[in-house]
């Protein structure tokens, strides 16, 4: 690295700190290079195991009514795991609720299992010490899309409300640095320090950014869920982090899987 | 005892490619955790690789090798149906060993 | 653990006799390894680690193809490909020059196993991975800087 790169570099580290970098002309190239960099790490992804550790979950007898999970219904009828991810979330007549993957996950883990839903909330992440069960399920029923094409539906009237409110969600700047989603994902050749940030008005890259998690994440050594990825976003813009499968989190996640639509579900991804 | 391999073994125009990857921490002994303890060095040292008794591959890792190891290789031979058999042991003495089948 | 991995083409050896049985069968280490040198893992420099390996001063080689990415988004996984068309290969050994201990692995190709590996190394900093191979009983050597983004020693 020359010089004048490393001035760049240090300055963009600076500029970094205090939220997103608009890229500097010529620096494609190092886009391309971390490109290349993911092209090659794609092969033999580590969330495979997150994956098999659900699939393990799924099946097996747990809670006080020692039940599986294999009644749950997830959309597409009881039991049925295949393509549920990528029409999700959706209204469910039972729970009265638009619900996402995870949020469903503790209704079945609650009904079917007799599992106290604070007790799953109150771990909802994995740490480096002890794995996440509702983490490792919902990497497992994402998994089961993949291949799926997303077709998120807004026909009820529930549905096309949690739209919304996720999409005024995206957009509502609040919080010490007056901070909205859309400040860093609404605008082209933004990153935070090397990473190009997503702009969720192009579907493009709606679709590449949602389609990939969960995701293993290499600097962390562990698969992440779509929930925790919502938070780490609340997290960077110093919002209060949100509750474990809350309705808030739910109509922003409705408003951006269905900007997502069309695409083939391609998690779990494997990022830096 | 260790946790499971995933293990892939494709037969191509007489060549099998086998991809492994292996789940395990690889502690490099040299990084601290959050109360600013140093964690212990815990990797993979040696992983063998075998196909109808004979041994297609051997390795000795150290500890720069990434956590969850990954690996590729070929070797001449190897029939759909036919079992492959990969085996690991770390520096605290345990031992994993998982059996995959070839497919075409 | 029920888990049903067929599809996955992994299959578990079964309950811990069976495993121990199945170490028995395949002697998971070789006599000749086990006893063999590992002292090059702890050498910290690259004139240490060759030297404790009985190499000297390796040729560069053009024929070792040495794939690595220009750029690691993290040091923790940098992905690294050596493939070799020298004849008679017996061992491919990967190092990061810059790393705390810079023998990264060795890996021993008997008769029949092709002159290539695939693995992913881990890197405290930008440095220079370096593939040794030997071939016919001489080594050869091919090198390649890697630029290291966030490091991946730590945490």
């Not at chain 1, 700047?173 to 989603?181: E, L, N, T, V």
């Not at chain 3, 002159?115 to 220079?128: C, E, H, L």
């Amino acid at each position: 690295m020359n010089t004048s790169n490393v001035k760049k570099l240090i300055l963009l580290l600076a500029l970094a700190t205090s939220g997103a970098v608009v890229a500097a002309e010529g620096d494609v190239s190092d886009s391309d290079r971390i490109a290349q960099y993911r092209e090659m790490i794609s092969d033999g992804n580590p969330a495979d195991f997150d994956e098999m550790r659900g699939e393990e979950l799924w099946k097996t007898a747990g809670g006080p009514k020692l039940a599986t999970l294999e009644k749950c219904d997830l959309g597409k009828g009881a039991g049925v795991v295949k393509g549920a991810y990528a029409e999700l979330p959706r209204y469910f007549k039972d729970t009265n609720k638009v619900q996402d993957l995870e949020s469903r996950l503790l209704t079945c883990m609650s009904t079917l299992q007799g599992s106290s839903a604070e007790a799953i909330a109150a771990q909802p992440f994995s740490t480096e010490k002890k794995p996440s069960d509702i983490s490792s399920l919902a990497t497992y029923v994402a998994g089961q899309s993949k291949g799926i094409k997303m077709a998120v539906s807004v026909k009820h009237p529930r549905e096309k409300e949690a739209f919304e409110i996720g999409k005024r969600i995206f957009n509502y700047r609040a919080g010490p640095y007056d901070f909205a989603c859309s400040t860093c994902h609404a605008t082209s050749n933004v990153r935070i320090r090397m990473q190009d940030l997503p702009n969720f008005n192009i579907r493009k890259d709606a679709q590449a950014a949602y389609t990939s998690w969960p995701a293993y994440r290499v600097s962390q050594g562990l698969t992440r869920s779509f929930q925790w990825r919502l938070n780490d976003c609340f997290r960077q813009q110093r919002f209060p982090e949100p509750k474990f499968a809350s309705e808030a989190t739910i109509d922003l996640t409705m408003f951006l899987a269905v900007s997502a639509n069309g695409a083939a579900f391609a998690g779990p991804g494997l990022k830096r | 005892m260790g946790n499971p391999m995933k293990i892939r073994a494709a037969v191509k125009d007489g060549v099998t490619e086998v991809k492994i990857l292996m789940q395990h921490e690889m502690e490099t002994g040299m990084r601290k955790d959050a109360d600013g303890a140093l964690v212990p060095a815990w990797f993979i040292t040696d992983v063998k690789a075998q196909y109808q008794g004979r041994t297609v591959l051997e390795a000795q890792f150290g500890q720069s090798i990434s956590k969850n190891p990954y690996l590729v290789f070929r070797f001449q031979g190897g029939a759909a149906g036919e079992k492959l058999t990969v085996s690991w042991v770390d520096n605290k003495g345990d031992k994993r060993s998982d059996e995959a089948t070839i497919t075409a | 653990m029920n888990i049903n991995m067929d599809r996955r083409k992994v299959l578990k050896a079964g309950g811990s006799a069976g495993l121990l049985a199945l170490f028995a069968s395949v002697g998971l280490i070789s006599p000749a390894l086990a006893e063999g040198d590992r002292k090059a893992f702890f050498a910290k420099s690259m004139d240490e680690a060759l030297s404790l390996m009985g190499v000297i001063v390796p040729e560069n080689s053009d024929a070792i193809k040495l794939t690595v990415p220009e750029i690691a988004e993290n040091g923790a996984v940098v992905p690294v490909s050596v493939v070799s068309t020298l004849p008679r290969v017996e061992q491919i050994s990967i190092f990061v020059d810059k790393n705390p201990n810079v023998l990264a692995a060795n890996f021993f190709m008997p008769g029949g196993t092709e002159s290539m590996i695939t693995t992913r190394v881990k890197m405290g900093q930008t440095a220079n991975v370096i593939a040794l191979v030997k071939a016919d009983g001489k080594f050869y050597r091919a090198s390649r800087e890697v630029k290291v983004t966030a490091g991946g020693c730590g945490g």
